[in-house]
């Protein structure tokens, strides 16, 4: 068996399958949420709840369980490893958030501009930066955040998360070496930064936590 065989048995191993079937579930349970807002969004004019209590919770109650599968899964990866690899780590966040997420927002700015026309280019950044921190804000009067229905504000939750993973590894273990004190610290850092320059709901960080508890009490 050649190496990146190995590797890929590896990974397959440490799938857990059943999660995989609830999270494609609740992926499309979201994804239906969302199409039932943009349907009334396209045909009212105005993006705001529906009067239906079973879709308005496809949406909300499959989010939640979304994060503590995250807060589940990445309890093990990172806060349980006494030595993780914070570069593999983040470099699969990374290529699993972001490639699709781009081409998404080069949509929203490409829309915009056949509209509108264009931007000077520090405005341009801004918003590019903006975006690239998971903020849906609108580019003037455009709803720019529309266009993908919204669903960035999710990402705002787990990259908040993701940051933190150093800082809580940290606690968990208190190893103090020099490289955790930095990497924990940087990680405080950011989060606390992140945290309260943009409208962040903080109540939202303990549906991970729950999912901590759920790999203790399975354990």
Not at 57 to 64: D, F, I, R
Not at 75 to 85: D, G, L, T
Not at 103 to 125: M, P, S, T
């Amino acid at each position: 068996m050649t190496k990146s065989n190995k590797e890929q048995s590896k990974n397959n191993s440490n799938r857990n399958l059943k999660i995989d079937g609830l999270r494609g579930v609740l992926a499309v349970s979201v994804f239906f949420h969302h199409t039932v807002i943009s349907y009334y969004w396209i045909k009212n004019g105005t993006w705001e709840p529906i009067d239906n209590v079973a879709i308005m919770n496809l949406g909300s109650v499959s989010v939640s369980l979304f994060f503590m599968i995250t807060g589940y899964l990445f309890y093990k990866i990172a806060i349980k490893n006494k030595s993780p690899s914070w570069r593999t780590i983040y470099l699969s966040r990374v290529f699993r958030i972001y490639p699709v997420y781009i081409i998404a927002v080069a949509l929203i700015f490409l829309i915009y501009f056949i509209k509108y026309g264009g931007l000077n280019v520090f405005e341009l950044i801004k918003l590019c930066m903006n975006w690239l921190l998971f903020q849906g804000v609108d580019i003037g009067d455009f709803e720019a955040k529309r266009v993908i229905a919204g669903v960035q504000w999710t990402l705002v939750y787990e990259f908040v998360f993701y940051i933190s993973l150093p800082f809580l590894t940290f606690i968990y273990w208190r190893k103090f070496t020099i490289s955790n004190i930095i990497s924990a610290s940087i990680s405080a850092f950011f989060v606390m930064t992140y945290v309260l320059y943009y409208d962040v709901q903080p109540e939202k960080f303990i549906l991970f936590l729950f999912g901590f508890l759920a790999y203790e009490f399975k354990n």
